[in-house]
């Protein structure tokens, strides 16, 4: 089982989303953890390979975790976030941009930096 790691305000942020996304995100970060692909969990574009995001519908509403399997001991989580862009499932550029900053992150703490 890989370690799971919370950057940023990723875990506050997922305890405040419904307890049935919660629910459905915790399951499918614990199989990542055990190096299972959970079901409907999909490489993000953008970003290469080993940056995944889990995708959660709730009363009318788009959940989303992103995370990332890329180091072999750790699994960082680097967002979750309710979707609120109106162009389908294009990324609101404020997520973009908190991703690519914790992803950094991660690539830092995974080296040791």
Avoid at 27 to 44: F, I, M, T, W, Y
Avoid at 95 to 105: A, M, N, P
């Amino acid at each position: 089982m890989k370690e799971i790691r919370w950057l940023g305000s990723s875990l506050n942020d997922l305890r405040a989303m419904p307890e049935e996304v919660r629910g459905d995100f915790g399951h499918g970060l614990c199989l990542a953890q055990g190096g299972e692909h959970p079901l409907g969990a999909k490489v993000l574009s953008g970003y290469g390979s080993g940056v995944v995001e889990l995708i959660e519908r709730h009363d009318g509403d788009t959940y989303r975790a992103v995370y990332t399997v890329r180091y072999r001991d750790v699994l960082y989580v680097l967002h979750c976030f309710q979707k609120k862009s109106p162009r389908g499932s294009e990324l609101p550029k404020l997520d973009r941009i908190t991703i690519e900053s914790r992803l950094k992150d991660a690539r830092k703490d995974a080296e040791g930096k």
